[in-house]
């Protein structure tokens, strides 16, 4: 039988090291700390101490930063993993040279950046601008929406408190009069006294819950939205935002990127805490200009293409790019369908999903003029030349005679017991004399020429990896509340990225 030597992966070894041979040159973390010793400028942290005189020393902001991006590179957020990691694990002891910050230190660190990550950011782009890792030619914009440390049950707005308060003060009188009318019997069931319990139990949260609505009531003011209606509050986190996404509805921020084509180094990062981007753009490209300014690059931001998706595309916007002469490329939401290269996209599409029927499920005929709905039946032509929204499009609408009776009328309707009828629309392409906005109306031929759709098709190659590698560098959800905390903790993450590409592409020589 074969014999083996023995081994243990918990038996422990005391031996000299080197915290710098442990930083491998090549590693992500090799890289970060030779930024954080050589290239970046951290004077300007001195300005958080004065203890020159009297006082203990403080952590070296280099060590606190080393720790957190670090950590961030490994998918953690937690001051508290990042404080015992500095205890156990090798990479973080030989960083931090075996200082031990407490998780508070870190957190408030992190917390109270503010402009200084603004600093640290330009730096890196500084370093990344040196070593040719930004061709200045070419931006893609973009967005992900991320949940934050908020509570989508607190969120909305002033009537929607109202109503709440209302409702809660309702159930907190009628458990007060129940608990009066019990008290007033003589003889109690025994099984009362567990019940009871879990009655006080409810009133106390239900009180506490009112109280905090009609504080919140009182002490905060409507936000209204560029359209003049009320905008969702969040009340754990007020700038905070109600975002619809692909994992449905979630409180949180837009984190915004503007990407450089040559090899994907971020120049500017944002968080937004908005529902739409649609005001986004232009903070973004002025952000660029300030940031390739301050490396010594100006001018260039104002000859570079910029190129964003629909979520970018509004009169307003498109017209400050206008005033600036910026060369935007900003796609609209029909800009595929007026694509011949995609006239039949809709056959390899695999079978809706959607809980309602859409129009792709309904069988429509141009040449014969007719439509069949899921169900098998002719609807009735309604308009052959309707014009909804600027765009012409062929209406077919059911009858009392095909939908009141049809099986399939809850996958049909949005809401059955109040619409009587299915009505679809099949849309055939712009009304131009029904396009009020001429910028929108300039940019769709812009980018519907041969030159827009080749530049535009860039985009998604650019910016859409650099989210995934910040995802799955585990960048799922912000963990801090405000604006100012939250954009901190975005462009952190966005440093991180940025390192990784100097990790990669630069030539940093210790």
């Given amino acids: 039988m074969a014999r083996y030597r023995h081994y243990d992966p918990d038996q422990t070894k005391m031996i000299p090291v080197s915290y710098g041979r442990q930083l491998l040159p090549g590693t992500f973390e090799h890289a970060l700390s030779y930024l954080l010793d050589h290239e970046i400028d951290l004077g300007r942290f001195a300005a958080r101490f004065k203890n020159d005189e009297t006082g203990a020393p403080a952590y070296d902001p280099a060590v606190l930063l080393k720790i957190v991006l670090f950590a961030y590179s490994r998918g953690i957020t937690s001051s508290r993993t990042m404080a015992r990691a500095c205890t156990e694990n090798v990479v973080f002891i030989a960083l931090a040279c075996d200082q031990q910050p407490h998780f508070t230190t870190l957190a408030h660190f992190v917390s109270t950046l503010g402009q200084e990550v603004e600093a640290v950011f330009r730096d890196v782009l500084l370093v990344c601008n040196a070593q040719g890792l930004i061709g200045k030619a070419m931006f893609a ?20 408190f109202e109503r709440k308060a209302a409702k809660m003060e309702r159930a907190v009188a009628h458990l007060v009069k129940a ?67 692909g994992r449905g509805v979630l409180q949180g ?12 180094v971020i120049v500017e990062a944002q968080a937004h805490g908005t529902p739409q981007e649609h005001d986004l753009l232009k903070p973004m490209i002025d952000g660029v200009r300030d940031h390739l300014a301050a490396i010594g690059e100006a001018g260039s931001a104002d000859e570079a293409a910029y190129l964003a998706d629909a979520g970018y595309h509004s009169e307003r916007g498109l017209k400050a790019l206008a005033a600036d002469h910026i060369d935007g490329y900003i796609a609209d939401g029909n800009m595929r ?23 792709r499920d309904f069988s429509f005929d141009r040449e014969q003029g007719t439509c069949l709905c899921p169900a098998g039946k002719t609807l009735k ?15 077919f609408k059911g009858t009392a005679a095909t939908c009141e009776a049809c099986p399939l009328r809850n ?7 109040d619409t009587a009828v299915r009505q679809v629309a099949f849309f055939e392409g712009a009304v131009e004399s029904k396009l009020p906005n001429p910028h929108c109306r300039a940019m769709r031929e812009k980018i519907d020429s041969d030159q827009g759709r080749a530049i535009y098709a860039h985009r998604m190659g650019l910016v859409e990896p650099v989210f995934g590698h910040i995802q799955q560098r585990g960048m799922r959800r912000f963990t801090l509340r405000g604006k100012r905390k939250v954009d901190t903790q975005w462009k952190l993450h966005c440093i991180v990225h940025n390192v990784a590409k100097l990790q990669l592409y630069g030539k940093l020589v210790a």
Avoid: M
């Fill in 411 to 417: 996958k049909c309707l949005r809401k059955p017991d």
């Fill in 253 to 264: 921020y837009i984190g915004v990127a503007a990407v450089d084509g040559e090899h994907q």
């Fill in 179 to 245: 608990h009066a009318a019990q008290d007033a019997r003589e003889a109690l069931d025994p099984n009362v006294d567990t019940q009871r319990r879990h009655e006080e139990r409810t009133l106390a949260t239900l009180r506490k819950n009112a109280d905090k609505l009609r504080t919140a009531l009182a002490t905060t003011t409507e936000r209204i939205g560029a359209k003049g209606k009320p905008i969702k509050l969040n009340l754990t986190d007020a700038e905070s935002a109600t975002l619809k996404s």
């Fill in 337 to 359: 369908k007026r694509d011949p290269r995609y006239t039949d996209a809709s056959a390899h599409k695999s079978p809706s999903k959607a809980k309602f029927f859409q129009p």
């Fill in 381 to 395: 032509l309604n308009s052959a030349n309707a014009v909804i929204n600027g765009r012409r499009a062929i209406v």
């Fill in 141 to 160: 914009i973009d967005g992900c929406k991320l949940p934050s440390n908020a509570s989508k049950e607190w969120s909305g707005t002033r009537a929607d």
